[in-house]
């Protein structure tokens, strides 16, 4: 159902964050007789919140905040004295939106995914996976940037726990290490976050700091070396989640030792809040610091493709290979967004989706091995495919769509994304050319590990396939009903993209890449007052400048600048639900 | 509309539907997998919709001359049409923001006679919010002579090749084998991968295609999977494909890079029409680099030096797969994407010195190295790289229409010779070495009878399809050069020798069996040798459409000359035909190919005619047939030339991973850790107070700057 009046899209996103997070309490306070109920509540809410969030993707359009709510939460002082303001403030926008729906699909699938695997602490776990799954709404919700930060933080905990308690054997080194990791990059994120309220409160001349999104991405008067170190600072907390290469070595860990679950949200969702941070506050947010640093970004992106292809390859825990093929996939993502062209930007969210899918389900389906095997050495395993025909159809079509087959959903982005690093006058054909190399990478690591798991000879551990937690030697019903509708996404996206796409190209060109080129086109303050009062370097030919250009300096220069203006003016057709207290 | 209609039998649209039948058909096979059908109906979804894109590629094939006879009329029709073509687009009609092929259309360029029909948008190139409507990456499909040739004998072989399937993948007993549904399922996605490669109007639609067939090439070579030799094979197919289309992409990228800068609103830089039109405008080095990029693909796809590796091993894959797939249609998708971008190709001929130097060097090497091999459908892989390196030889020398006239012919007699090897090793119990038996020709009649045909057709015998293509081959190559057109004379006399050799030694002799044949082989099921039959036919007679009784330099028995109604027919798409290029070579030139031809099978016959036990060539040859079975060491040296360095690159990554980076880390942080130890007594260990102390430092921090900043300003 498509929700026809912003009252009740507001009702949706709020209870995207609020539903979780009580139904959280309620499965954690159940009573110990009633521990059954823990799967079923949690697998109910996540029903829910996939019902609720794909409608809302749908309802979302090009232009403007869907489910708008804001209210006062932490207010410090008044105007007279100074003071501070962080509002809770949520809506959905088409460049959260596809992502908001990615996280309510994948929520019920990784619940589903643990009924048989999870046998201890049972309601504990659901608790910290619902909890989870309110923090990763909140982030993609939050239009306030500190409570992004609260957030974003936030995610930590639940997943610390998860793979804490529930892990492998290496599971509290892994925890640890995964904490101390994201929460070290994290903090230095908050001290930019800070300095740039501060900075903007001076510059808007507003004596309460605040941190409302839209104010902060349409800021004007920052010096290119502020930006320039506010980028350094914003990359120290979304670098580290993303995993950016060379601060990756977090990621394999705490995959190998996290549950399947764990391993499907964090690969799905929570990686993506690193690169959904930079599209959506490193660019927009420091648009100079970010031209400044486009080309550095682009070499760590080429060389963790490549670093992270060929470390697949020589790996014989199947978990890992995928996770370090996260590694790989991620460096993709980050050079189309640094291509700073728009198909770029483009095909780095549809990255972010495409991932998400393709890779979540690569957990699933190998959790659903090692559940049967109790291993995940491609040395012990081999030839499933005659036992497991059902699970084999699966794998190899998600390997087909992680190595970006078109048809499928991995190609579409995968090709923007080269294509646009190619095409890029900020990075360029050199980066096209090593980025490119993955697509061969990717084939050689995923089809190897294909090789090794489902074809040759028949090789198992004695004693397995263990089926007596009520699995069957192929899939189950219900392991089918989990991977079918990944497996619909993964067809639907690779031939109808169109359906992110559509609505995300604008908004993204609005929004972020519209205040890019601003700044490369004039690198010092003030850059955005330029373009709007009308002093954009016009070209002369009527043939528009694109980023396939070479010709021109400029990376993209457009002469409609209305785009901008209406960001900078009032919300326009937006109701405030509620009015901020200041 | 109205123009539209009276000038094709049945509407453009209609074409359009002809790939998606068999994809039809493969899902409806897959839902009867997933419903646990009986495995004994799965052909029959294949079949017949296989059989229905045959149907509409005849048809095509009438309209597709009459479409571009028509649009080489004038110019100002052509504009007309573009409009007509936008019109029947849905898509265009809805998007009322003007579109990729309507609006501001620029004349026609001349060499691009085609029709383009847009199915819908696929990509988007972003900037939509534009005055101009965005760039897309259209699902299009382009319309035109080669087009029709091409789906032409795409949908006939394939079809031959299903119905042969039929009975080829059951054993003695007629019950299916394991696996059968899931054969025909990939079959019907094949097909449909296949049409789409060639019905494909922009570059980035024809990757899809390219790469799905390899898809199917990879299912299918891994269909009897758990044979370690068939997995291997599988994924060795892919990856060396992959090296391929690798340069393929960047040769994409590269188009849109060079011809975006000269392309108006609402041009796609990405479509044929497009980017033929331009291509004369850009730079020779840019023409050369996306010529070269574009030839790596091509070199991947068609198994040509030195990516041929994967070819022969692609064998593992059943029978019909090998002549469908691995020589009929799919790797000659190469060959027709050079000619399809020929306007690109012809413009650098550096790019043609290149692609005739390799076709010789492929030519060459693979005709000797399937002058010693044994597996006889080995010998028929080598062949067909040898046969492709022909091909892309015409292409180098500017004779692109002789190129795709030997694709159509060779189509014909190497699915038959395949076939007919798969019907051999279907009664020889998957046996297939020729060491192993010899005599066959008393059990398997019908067998022997097609192959001779397919034989002599591939041995250039006089009259027969192969001779008349290959021979144009040979007098564009002596056009090129002299040296050339003697190493492709040679290589037609190796042709003619490997191919009796393997005739004689399968089919001549006494009679020997292996034990894998059972107590009582017989000739195959009529199902099989009904489609052997009709490609022998065709093997017999397909060249004639490719001569004429008029016109012409050069002729063969006085009346029958070069260049009929195929060529004719193919001058009327993107092909650029270099004048001159089958002037070459003289008068004499047929006669001593078709003595060529039967010399090699003579000289076979008095070495093999006997079928002996002992290879009498590896005794006169001695080392050098070593060096010729053991394929010139060429896997070898790409094992240890680049598939162990760069593993070896992986170990160290991960070692670098493992030790080096996170060790950097521990080096970092050894400083804050060294100052905290003195702090150890007031820590806990939790969670909670790290981060408790960690945001009031912070703040801390921020206030402190604050009021330094205040007090300062």
Known sequence: MIPRSDAMAALGVNLLIFLPLLAAIVVWTLPERREG??????????????????????????????????????????????????????????????????????????????????????REYYAWILALTAGMFGVFVARDVLLFYVFFEFTLVPLYFLIGIWGGADRRYAANKFFIYTFVGSVITFAGILYLAIRAADLTGTSVIHFDLRMLSTLTGLSAAEQSLLFVAFFCGFAIKVPFFPLHTWLPLAHTEAPTAGSVLLAGVLLKLGTYGFLRFSLPLVPAGAVHWATVMGW????????????????????????????????????????????????????????GISTGALFLVVGMIYERYHTRDMNQLGGLARKMPVMTFFLVLFV?????????????????????????????????????????????????????????????????????????????????????????????????????????????????????????????????????????????????TTPGDTRGDTIFTREDSRGLERLRGPDAGVPELAAGGF | MLAQASTTLLPLKLYATLPFWPLLGAIVVGLMIALRARAERAWWPIVATVAVSALLAMVFVFDAGRITAHESGGEAHATAAQHAVGETSREVAHAGEGSATGGEWTPEPARVPGKT????????????????????????????????????FVTFVSLMVVIYSIGYMRDHHGHPERGYERFFAFLGLFVFSMATLVFAGNFVLLYLGWELV?????????????????????????????????????????????????????????????????????????????????????????????????????????????????????????????????????????????????????????ATMAMAQFDMKRILAYSTISQL????????????????????????????????????????????????????????????????????????????????????????????????????????????????????????????????????????????TIPLYVLAVGAALAGYLGVTVAGGAHSFL????????????????????????????????????????????????????????????????????????????VDEFYDRAFVRPLRGLGRLCFAIDRNGIDGLIWVVTAVPRGLGAGLRLIQNGAMQTYALGMAIGVTALVLIWRWMEAAGG
């Open chain 1, 300 to 355: 760590l992106a080429i060389a963790g493709i490549v670093y992270g292809a060929l470390c697949c390859w020589v790996q014989t825990d199947v978990k890992k290979l995928v996770a370090y093929s996260s590694v790989s996939h991620l460096g993709f993502c980050m050079l189309g967004m640094f291509s700073l062209v728009p198909f770029g930007l483009s095909g780095s969210v549809l990255y972010m989706i495409n991932h």
């Open chain 1, 400 to 544: 087909l769509s992680s190595i970006g087959l078109p048809g499928l959903n991995g190609f579409v982005s995968e090709f923007t994304v080269l294509f646009a690093a190619y095409n890029s006058t900020t990075l360029g054909p050199a980066y096209g050319v090593v980025g490119a190399s993955g697509i061969l990478l990717g084939a050689i690591y995923m089809l190897y590990m294909a090789g090794r798991v489902l074809f040759g000879p028949l090789k198992e551990p004695a004693g397995t396939p263990d089926t007596s937690a009520g699995l069957t030697t192929d899939l189950t019903r219900r392991e089918i009903a989990i991977l079918v509708p990944l497996a619909i996404a993964v067809v639907a996206l690779g031939v109808f993209p169109r359906v992110i796409t559509d609505s995300l190209d604008p908004a993204l060109d609005h929004q972020v890449m519209q205040r890019v080129t601003a700044a490369a086109a004039a690198p010092v303050a003030p850059f955005a007052s330029a373009t709007v009062s009308g002093e954009t370097p016009k070209h002369s030919s009527d043939r528009r």
């Open chain 2, 389 to 528: 390196a022909y091909m892309f030889v015409a292409l180098g020398c500017g004779a692109p229409d002789s190129g795709i006239f030997h694709v159509y012919t060779h189509a014909f007699f190497k699915a038959l010779l395949f076939l007919g090897a798969g019907s051999v090793m279907h009664q020889m119990g998957h046996v297939i070495d020729l060491r192993k038996f010899s005599g066959l020709g008393r059990i398997l009649p019908h067998t022997r009878n097609t192959m001779l045909v397919g034989c002599l057709a591939l041995a250039g015998f006089p009259l027969l399809a192969g001779f008349w293509s290959k021979d144009e081959i040979v007098h564009a190559s002596f056009q090129y050069h002299p040296a050339v057109g003697v190493l492709m004379l040679a290589t037609a006399a190796m042709t003619a020798y490997y191919t009796f050799r393997m005739y004689f030694l399968c089919f001549h002799g006494p009679t020997r069996l292996p034990d894998e044949a059972g107590e009582h082989p017989h000739e195959s099921p009529r199902v099989m």
């Open chain 2, 117 to 152: 029909i847009t199915l819908f948008r696929w990509i988007s190139l972003g900037e939509r919010t534009s005055l101009q409507g965005g760039q897309w990456i259209a699902a299009t499909f382009y319309f035109d002579s080669l087009t029709g040739v091409m789906i032409g």
């Open chain 2, 214 to 366: 390899g898809l199917c090439s990879y299912l299918l070579i891994g269909f009897y999977y758990p044979k370690p030799s068939a997995a291997a094979a599988a994924k060795k197919a892919f990856i060396v494909n992959r090296i391929g289309d690798f340069g393929f992409a960047l040769g994409i990228f590269s188009i849109y890079l060079f011809v975006k800068p000269l392309t108006h609103a609402g041009e796609n830089p990405l479509d044929y029409a497009v980017v033929f039109h331009y291509i004369h405008q850009l730079a020779p080095g840019q023409i050369t680099t996306i010529g070269l990029l574009l030839l790596c693909g091509a070199l991947g796809k068609s198994a040509q030096f030195p990516l041929y590796v994967w070819l022969p091993d692609a064998m593992e894959g059943p029978s019909p797969v090998s002549a469908l797939i691995h020589a009929a249609t799919m790797v000659t998708a190469g060959v027709y994407m050079i000619a399809r971008c020929s306007p690109i190709f012809a413009a650098s001929q550096a790019v043609l010195n290149v692609i005739v130097v390799l076709g010789v060097i492929g030519a060459v090497m693979a």
């Open chain 1, 37 to 122: 109920l823990a799967p079923r509540i949690a697998l109910a809410v996540g029903v829910v919140v996939f019902l609720v969030a794909l409608p809302l993707w749908l309802a979302t359009s090009a232009e403007g905040l869907l489910g708008q709510t804001s209210a006062s939460w932490i207010v410090v002082g008044n105007e007279d004295v100074g003071g501070l303001r962080i509002a809770y403030h949520v809506a959905l926008d088409a460049i959260s939106a596809p992502l908001v729906a990615l996280t309510g699909l994948l929520v019920p699938l990784a619940v589903w995914c643990s009924f048989t695997a999870i046998k201890h602490r049972v």
């Open chain 2, 558 to 633: 006085g009346f029958l000359r070069p260049h009929g109604l195929l060529h004719h027919y193919l001058h009327g798409s993107t092909i650029i035909v270099d004048e001159n290029a089958h002037a070459g070579g003289g008068l004499w030139l047929m006669y001593l190919s078709a003595l060529l031809a039967i010399g090699g099978i003579a000289a076979a016959w008095l070495r093999y005619g006997t079928a002996p036990r002992v290879d009498p060539d590896s005794i006169t040859l001695g080392r050098l047939w070593s060096i010729w079975n053991a394929k010139y060491y």
